[in-house]
């Protein structure tokens, strides 16, 4: 399992790579694919997770809102919304007030613990493939914000345990190191189309390495 130790490494990685400074507790719009909104600091996605849909339905409902109207806004966010937020300013402003909430906060926050849990579950499949090979702390960050972009990291497993992917061999040092996971994303379809975005998964990955252990930073 992923050393406890690393955890508070992980969220602020993630919340630094999916918010930056932005508030976790209000919707935004990635405007990609088939997302729609998105909060927390997972930045579960309305239209494709369900926890997402039902965590939203959850903080209006705690916020009192009725039945018929909480169905209404969250089947306004349950799709694809490449135009961004699809509220009126009523709408909004009644949505982020409730997220934006001491009830509405800690019903998030339990998301995002079941969120956290996935990739965490995702990290340690790669380090069950990797075998005898250990992978570097820093590396397992790498891991943590594909895997919360991307879901299951199904290939990333497979080349840990020794596949090519595409032209890309698997690594071969004592350990896997965030180099090595380097190679790995620059290599993959996202960022062969969006190489600009690279930069801002560096720079997240050291907001979460500053909350590493001290022992693991060496």
């Known amino acids: 399992m992923v050393d406890s130790t690393l955890f508070p490494a992980i969220r602020m990685a993630i ?12 919707l935004s719009y990635a405007r ?12 579960g996605d309305t239209n494709v ?3 997402a849909r039902s965590t939203l339905t959850a903080v209006l409902n705690a916020a009192g809102i009725d039945d018929a109207t909480v169905a209404g806004l969250v089947a306004s ?10 509220f009126s300013s009523d709408d909004k402003a009644l949505i ?7 009830f509405g906060q800690t019903i998030v926050d339990q998301m995002d613990g079941q969120l956290m849990q996935t990739v965490l579950n995702g990290i340690d499949s ?3 493939a990797s075998s005898a090979r250990p992978i570097d702390p820093e590396a397992q960050l790498y891991m943590a914000l594909w895997i919360n972009m991307t879901g299951a990291p199904t290939t990333l497993a497979k080349w840990l345990a020794g596949a090519a992917v595409g032209s890309l061999a698997p690594p071969d040092g004592a350990t896997v190191s965030a180099a090595d996971l380097q190679n790995y994303l620059l290599a993959s379809a996202y960022f062969r189309n ?4 690279f930069p801002h998964m560096q720079s997240s990955v050291a907001a979460g390495v500053a909350f590493l252990p001290a022992a693991e930073t060496v």
């Open 15 to 26: 919340k630094q790579n999916e918010l930056g400074n932005a508030s976790p507790y209000c």
């Open 126 to 128: 790669c380090v069950a």
């Open 77 to 86: 966010v349950s799709r694809p919304l490449p135009d961004g937020c699809p």
């Open 96 to 102: 982020d007030n409730a997220l934006a909430a001491g």
């Open 49 to 51: 997770n369900a926890l």
């Open 32 to 43: 990609l694919g088939q997302s729609g909104a998105s909060f927390g600091i997972f930045q």
């Open 194 to 197: 969006n190489p600009r975005n």
